[in-house]
Each structure stands twice: as C-alpha cells, then as structure tokens.
C-alpha cells in the first residue's frame, strides 16, 4: 500500500495528515504537521499570506520524512471562491484578498443591474453571495487585471507552485459562479462582464487526475520525500463530501466548520426556479456528482466569540456553558451578512437582538446557546426545504468535521429536524482527500469501496430525536426569518 498525504487548509489552520490502510483493512491517520492560517490587513484589504502556507506545506513534508515517509502521493485542499493573479513572469502579482474583505460589499446589485440573477442562475446554477469570485473580479482592480497572465483558485496556485504545472480542478473552479453547466466550459458572457478572458484560467481538470512531481528546486532547498501531486477534490467541502459515510440516496450532509454546508449529492444539477428561490448552489463534485447544498456562516461564530474572550474557554467548555441556559430565547438569523466579518461578533449578536426587542445574551454560555439554537433551526428549516426541492425527504443528516464532536447541537439538530443524524468522521476533509488519492492510484476502486472504508475505520455516533419539548419553536422560528 502507498503512503498518502492529505495537505488541507482551512481558513483558520491548515494540517498535513498522513493516510494508510493497515492489515485491518482500515485508514489510520496520523497528524504530520499542523500551523495556524488568517487573514491581515495588507496595502487596504485582508489577505492571505500565502507563501507562508506554502512554506508550512514544505515544513509539514520535511516531517514527514523523517518520520520514515520516502515516497508519498500528495493532495491539496483549501477553502474556495478566492484567487491568485500571476503575472507573466510566472509570479503572483500580490497576496491574495480573502472572501471576507469588504471590497464586494453590494458587487451583487451592481452586476446583476445589467445580467439578471435569473439569467446569471440558470447558467451557472450558483447561489448568490458576494464573496464569489465573480463579484471578487467585478471589483478587482483593472490595472492588476491588465497585468495577469493565469488566475488561480487559491489550491490550483499551491500545485503550481509545488509542480509547475497549472490546471483548473473543477470542485473549486465551480465555485467562482462562473463555469457553464450546460457546456462544462468558463462561461465568457460572465467572464466579459468581470474584464477576463477564458485564456487567463488554467484547464480544467477533474478530481483524481495527476498533476506531477514536485519540482526539482524545491528537492534541493528541503529534505522532501519523492512526492507526486494528485488533484484531490480541491474544494474543502467537495472532499469532505467525498469522506462522508453515505449509503444509498436518502441522505443529506452537513459540513461543519467554520462555514456549514447543508446539501445533498446529486447527478444531475437542480437549478429550478425553487432552488434560485432557496438561493441553492451546484457546486461540482468528484467523480460527475453535483453538491447541491446552501451555505451557512458555521461555527465561525463561535470562532469567533472565542477569540474575542482570548480564547479562554476550549470549544467544549463553552458547548458545555451553553446547555445550562435555557434554549431558545432569541431568533437569530446567524445567516445575516452583518456577522460575516463584524468587528465584534458579540457586540453584533447582542445589536441584533436588542434591535428585534429580544432577549440579549450576555455570558459566555447565552451567547454559545444563541448560536447553537439558531443554527439548529436554521439546519432543520432547510432540511426541510431541501426535501421538498429534491422530491425525496432526508431520512439521514451525516454531519463531519469539527462540528460532529458536538454534541449539544447534534441532538438538537436530530430532534427539530425529526430525523436521525450521524456524526463523523470530525476529520471527513482530510479523509475524502486521501480517498481521491487512493483511488486515482488503484489501492480503491471507486467512491462507493472509499465510503464502505471511511465508515468501517471510524467511529459514527447516531442521534435520534428526543421529545421535543419545544414543539412549536421551528414553526415560531420560520415565521420570524419570513418576518425579517
């Protein structure tokens, strides 16, 4: 069996994880390298450094071979929507600005004042939020444009600077709302709108497909192992969809992190006037599926109450603070651009409510409970609305990454939503990128043999709904979301 290595970077951390299968027949993973990712404030807008995250990745490998590593496959995963202009010389033009900064404040209405949502939806299929790249490039500065030779998604830049060699991997390229679905092509209608062209976009290329050796130059500055480069599923959530344990076709997935997305696999695009209505994606995934999911701002929120108090409570103490306050006393919608990127998230929830003449939280425990309750009804409201768009009710909600571990919002997640939930693997990125891996070099023959893998080498814990002793507090909830 090969050695595998899952390089996957999040908005907050990035880690190297190496994969095996052992004579059980299960994948064991083993943490190489983790490091911290952020954005900063940088010539007027936030930022990525990333030649820092590649350096991580540099250091991360070093590791792993003097752990015994000599030769490995290598995939690269990151979040999505964001970019890096190369110019002809090769090089990246500036650090890249990140989907949280300001520039594409209302980017939506003014490009959409000349192409119609409608008309903008039924090519692409692709909610609607102003961190797209679309309305990223819409913004972006003309003279930078006139200057770049290759866009690059932001994991699609890594590889090429690992490789040298430059492609477009779907999952991600899907995201930038800018990819045709009916011609499988960058649609130039958009690209023209924006002041691109189809030639600054590398191929396209699908998950699974080699991208090549790391280069020479890089062998001689670090101590590597022999590695090749695979292009897993690019877009974090398209490989954490490939390391969800689903069987059969009436289950939905919930990725939760620091962005939750809510959705279920399909073959075949929805892009209906219902879905436009939802404001419901068709990001691509691996092997033809489509991930038709709705985007919901996540644990970002407690991420960042966290941070806000120093971090002096872990996740869990905090989960733990929340379940002693008694749920449900305010209706947030955790969905609303004012918490995208506020200057103080607790100041920003406690407005909200004072602004909705609500109970406003105030310990630690009230604010947890605030975001926890609401995104379990957010969850259970488009459980709910999925079904009804798909045709076929969700019997089953995996939850994976870090929100599966907690517990608090699992059960109440089953318990609104009248459904089972099943949680895990916390690690399903990772997982799914190493599956793509191993299937593109023969140790899996397909997605459906990585999946029996996946759910017989880690523990799955199953939610069923309690009594629910708020029986009204979803349809109480609708109401107010309408209301605003």
């Known amino acids: 069996?090969?050695?595998?290595?899952?390089?996957?970077?999040?908005?907050?951390?990035?880690?190297l994880i190496l994969g095996r299968i052992n004579n059980q027949k299960k994948l064991v993973l083993e943490e190489i390298h983790r490091f911290i990712n952020g954005f900063t404030k940088e010539n007027g807008h936030d930022r990525w450094a990333i030649d820092q995250l590649i350096h991580e990745i540099f250091i991360g490998l070093e590791k792993a071979k003097r752990m015994g590593v000599n030769k490995a496959k290598v995939g690269i995963d990151t979040?999505?929507?964001?970019?890096?202009?190369?110019?002809?010389?090769?090089?990246?033009?500036?650090?890249?600005?990140?989907?949280?900064?300001?520039?594409?404040?209302?980017?939506?209405?003014?490009?959409?004042?000349?192409?119609?949502?409608?008309?903008?939806?039924?090519?692409?299929?692709?909610?609607?939020?102003?961190?797209?790249?679309?309305?990223?490039?819409?913004?972006?500065?003309?003279?930078?444009?006139?200057?770049?030779?290759?866009?690059?998604?932001?994991?699609d830049y890594i590889g090429y600077v690992l490789t040298g060699n430059a492609v477009a991997e779907v999952t991600n390229a899907s995201t930038t709302q800018m990819l045709n679905l009916r011609e499988g092509l960058f649609d130039k209608d958009l690209l023209a709108k924006v002041n691109v062209y189809p030639e600054q976009f590398p191929r396209?290329?699908?998950?699974?497909?080699?991208?090549?050796?790391?280069?020479?130059?890089?062998?001689?500055?670090?101590?590597?192992?022999?590695?090749?480069?695979?292009?897993?599923?690019?877009?974090?959530?398209?490989?954490?969809?490939?390391?969800?344990?689903?069987?059969?076709?009436?289950?939905?997935?919930?990725?939760?992190?620091?962005?939750?997305?809510?959705?279920?696999?399909?073959n075949v695009p929805e892009n209906g006037a219902e879905a436009f209505k939802e404001n419901y994606t068709n990001e691509w995934g691996a092997y033809g599926t489509y991930r038709f999911l709705k985007n919901i701002m996540g644990l970002w929120i407690v991420q960042s109450i966290r941070r806000e108090q120093d971090n002096k409570y872990s996740f869990a103490e905090m989960a733990a603070q929340a379940e002693q306050v008694e749920p449900f006393q305010q209706f947030i919608n955790i969905n609303d651009d004012r918490f995208s990127n506020p200057k103080s998230m607790i100041d920003e929830i406690q407005a909200y409510c004072e602004e909705t003449h609500q109970t406003v939280p105030q310990t630690t425990g009230e604010l947890v409970a605030a975001a926890y309750c609401n995104l379990a009804l957010f969850y259970a409201n488009e459980l709910e609305k999925l079904g009804k768009i798909v045709g076929q009710?969700?019997?089953?909600?995996?939850?994976?990454?870090?929100?599966?571990?907690?517990?608090?919002?699992?059960?109440?997640?089953?318990?609104l939503s009248g459904i089972t939930v099943k949680a895990g693997p916390s690690e399903a990125t990772a997982v799914g990128n190493l599956a793509v891996q191993m299937i593109s070099s023969g140790d899996l023959s397909d997605l459906v043999e990585a999946r029996k893998l996946i759910n017989q080498s880690f523990e799955i814990k199953a939610y069923t709904p309690q009594d629910n002793q708020y029986p009204d507090v979803l349809a109480k909830y609708q109401a107010f979301i309408q209301g605003r």
């Not at 490989?239 to 344990?245: K, L, Q």
């Not at 939850?399 to 997640?413: A, E, K, P, R």
């Open 204 to 266: 396209l290329a699908e998950s699974g497909s080699v991208l090549g050796a790391i280069r020479h130059k890089w062998r001689l500055e670090y101590d590597l192992p022999d590695c090749e480069v695979i292009t897993v599923a690019t877009h974090d959530t398209a490989s954490a969809v490939v390391g969800t344990p689903g069987e059969g076709d009436d289950w939905a997935f919930l990725s939760s992190g620091t962005w939750s997305l809510l959705g279920k696999e399909l």
């Open 79 to 155: 979040w999505a929507v964001d970019y890096v202009l190369v110019g002809m010389d090769g090089r990246k033009l500036q650090n890249p600005i990140s989907y949280r900064d300001q520039r594409t404040r209302h980017a939506i209405e003014e490009l959409t004042g000349d192409l119609s949502k409608e008309y903008i939806y039924k090519k692409t299929g692709i909610q609607f939020l102003e961190l797209n790249t679309l309305y990223q490039l819409y913004k972006e500065n003309k003279e930078d444009l006139k200057k770049t030779d290759r866009i690059m998604m932001i994991p």
């Open 1 to 15: 069996m090969n050695d595998y290595i899952a390089v996957d970077i999040g908005a907050s951390s990035g880690r």
């Open 393 to 415: 009710p969700i019997k089953v909600l995996h939850i994976v990454g870090g929100g599966s571990n907690v517990d608090f919002l699992n059960q109440l997640t089953s318990t």
